[in-house]
């Protein structure tokens, strides 16, 4: 069992900055990427930003780069992710994955239960 857990949502006004931790613990696999997605209601939930086991590999969607930069810490298993001059458009509840694959950009199997991010105008 992988537990998955995410933090450090809230709301922000717009050019605002947050940081989201997301912590893993259990029965994780020896070496995993990491990922970010985000899901607003009634729309698929959609990927944000992924990053590698030895963080050599990042990925990210267009509409963040250069705003929010993922990073990750494998001693303590933690994994945030930056994000600088928000939107209101970025505001969703953001997802953590386990175990994202580069290869074929498809997330992992496990999930946090996600946290609220809004951006207000």
């Known amino acids: 069992q992988v537990q998955v857990v995410e933090s450090g949502g809230g709301l922000v006004q717009t050019g605002g900055s947050l940081r989201l931790s997301c912590a893993v613990s259990g029965n994780t696999p020896i070496i995993y990427a990491m990922g970010w997605f985000r899901q607003v209601p009634g729309k698929a939930r959609e990927f944000v930003a992924a990053?590698?086991?030895?963080?050599?590999?990042?990925e990210y969607e267009d509409s963040v780069k250069g705003r929010f930069i993922i990073t990750r810490e494998n001693s303590k298993n933690v994994v945030d992710l930056q994000m600088n001059n928000l939107k209101p458009e970025d505001t969703a509840v953001y997802y953590c994955n386990v175990g994202y694959l580069f290869r074929t950009k498809r997330p992992g199997d496990y999930w946090g239960q996600g946290t609220q991010v809004t951006v207000s105008s």
């Open positions: 990053i590698s086991w030895a963080g050599d590999l990042l």
